[in-house]
């Protein structure tokens, strides 16, 4: 049986040119980056290689550009620097963060680091501006803002500038997770008023297991990690070599590509979302899928019935990779955080399913979806 694979923001197919770019790392050039013989300084070199190569795609400077093992670190270290070393006690993000972000604040608040607040979401789960700025100027002391470029469930983008300019205008640093945006997106990180973004090149066609954390040059910070001097003093630990060659390749192909991929799987998305709108009239979108929106990403609610309280179960039966943005446990279906936050916690009598594509996703594969569906539903 032949897998269809719409789970692409959760990770992506390693791209053979990156994996061809990782191979002398993983074979013959297998120097410890930090050893000072030739195997060594050859392996060094290759990562302040990758480092300049990812820098000038988002248009910031090698030396604000760190490596890591992925986003959760990145907003780890963002998140705990910014109340440790930046001033900041009170946090403000929204309810529908990555866990990566919600599980760290709530950390953070419940030790008495810091006070915690969420910004109000609008009807199709954006985040309401205007109530940011309530709390930003509300605040008695520093604020760190941490909000998600584009959210990995429902797709929504943020408007990152305008939030930036918020910051700026109230003192605030502002972290913003970009795992769902880095490789998808152009970024030109002079232009927004930004301390902290991160990236994982996973969701790009690159390693699993490396990432990247952009420190603003304004802003310094003290190591998340300690025990030796990797990073530039910033991140102990030996380098994952071949993940950060392989990073800088994925992210090189990806900006190659923006153009002709975007255009593509914008098309492929509104196919689906065409589809799923004539076959099954009482579907809904969450999000606002149709407006400011990843163009990688679908999510839907089917209604509960008994035929589809199972419906992840019986499309992964049937060979179709997709996410829920819900865990099944012991049979019992637990909706995400994500849908119960923008329904007001009552989306429970719904099925919410997440497609999402990438440049191999074909409209074959569409069709074969919604025929199986159709079985299902």
Do not use: W
């Not at 930003?136 to 990995?152: D, I, Y």
């Not at 179960?313 to 849908?339: E, K, P, Q, R, Y």
């Amino acid at each position: 049986m032949s897998r269809i694979y719409f789970d692409n923001a959760a990770t992506t197919s390693l791209d053979p040119e990156v994996l061809a770019a990782m191979m002398p790392f993983l074979t013959e050039k297998f120097g410890n980056p930090s050893s000072i013989y030739s195997y060594g300084r050859e392996t060094k070199m290759a990562i302040e290689l990758a480092r300049k190569s990812v820098a000038k795609t988002l248009n910031a400077s090698p030396g604000e550009i760190f490596f890591t093992s992925g986003g959760t670190e990145s907003t780890n270290t963002a998140l705990h620097a910014a109340i440790r070393d930046l001033g900041c006690r009170h946090i403000i993000t929204s309810p529908i963060e990555h866990h990566a972000t919600l599980h760290t604040v709530e950390y953070l608040a419940h030790t008495g680091q810091a006070t915690l607040s969420y910004v109000k979401l609008t009807d199709k789960g954006h985040i309401d501006l205007n109530h940011l700025e309530e709390l930003l100027a509300g605040s008695k002391e520093r604020s760190v803002v941490t909000l998600m470029h584009a959210n990995n469930e429902i797709g929504n983008l943020l408007k990152i500038k305008a939030v930036g300019e918020l910051c700026e205008k109230y003192n605030a640093i502002f972290h913003s997770d970009t795992v769902q945006t880095v490789g998808h997106y152009p970024f030109d990180l002079k232009k927004l008023n930004v301390h902290f973004i991160n990236g994982a090149s996973h969701k790009f066609h690159g390693p699993k297991g490396v990432g990247i954390l952009y420190v603003n040059e304004n802003v310094s910070i003290k190591p998340y990690i300690n025990g030796g001097s990797q990073e530039r003093n910033m991140r102990a630990g030996t380098e994952n070599l071949y993940g950060i060659v392989g990073f800088a390749k994925a992210l090189e192909i990806a900006t190659a590509r923006y153009e002709q991929d975007s255009a593509y799987i914008k098309d492929l998305k509104a196919y689906m979302t065409g589809r799923l709108k004539e076959t099954f009239p009482d579907v809904v979108f969450n999000g606002d899928t149709e407006g400011s929106s990843l163009y990688t990403v679908v999510n839907v609610s089917f209604p509960m019935t008994e035929r589809s309280d199972m419906l992840l179960f019986n499309l992964d039966m049937a060979g179709i990779c997709v996410s829920g943005g819900s865990a099944c446990t012991s049979g019992a279906n637990s909706v995400s955080h994500v849908i119960k936050a923008i329904y007001n916690g009552h989306a429970g009598d719904r099925v919410p399913i997440r497609f999402s594509f990438c440049r191999h996703s074909t409209k074959d594969e569409v069709d074969m979806v919604i025929e199986k569906l159709k079985e299902l539903v």
